[in-house]
């Protein structure tokens, strides 16, 4: 079955930095996009940045632009997210996603999420 698995959040000081690690398995990671969302309390979920598959063509929310950088690994179906310079509006916890055809219907799978809290 579908399984995303998040590590990598915890407690960081404004202006540091975490790398949140996204494990993909149960489907051909390497022939979807993968996405990375948030949602803060008492907020909506919202999309944070996107990779395409094999071209890994990039695409942030304005509000992590220069700041959040998405990648991945095909070979070891990972997905990462570094943050830097995070601010105390980045607290929220980030989910895992990615939009899945299995048999021919198409599927949002998500992991459990990781918390990340930014506060001095």
């Known amino acids: 079955q579908v399984q995303l698995v998040e590590s990598g959040g915890g407690l960081v000081q404004p202006g540091g930095s975490l790398r949140l690690s996204c494990a993909a398995s149960g489907f051909t990671f390497s022939r979807y996009a993968m996405n990375w969302y948030r949602q803060a309390p008492g907020k909506q979920r919202e999309l944070v940045a996107t990779i395409t598959s094999a071209t890994k063509i990039t695409n942030y929310a304005d509000s992590v632009k220069g700041r959040f950088t998405i990648s991945r690994d095909n070979a070891k179906n990972t997905v990462l997210l570094q943050m830097n310079s995070l601010k105390p509006e980045d607290t929220a916890v980030y989910y895992c996603?990615?939009?899945?055809?299995?048999?021919?219907?198409?599927?949002?799978?998500w992991g459990q999420g990781t918390q990340v809290t930014v506060s001095s």
């Open positions: 996603n990615a939009r899945i055809s299995l048999s021919g219907d198409w599927a949002d799978y």
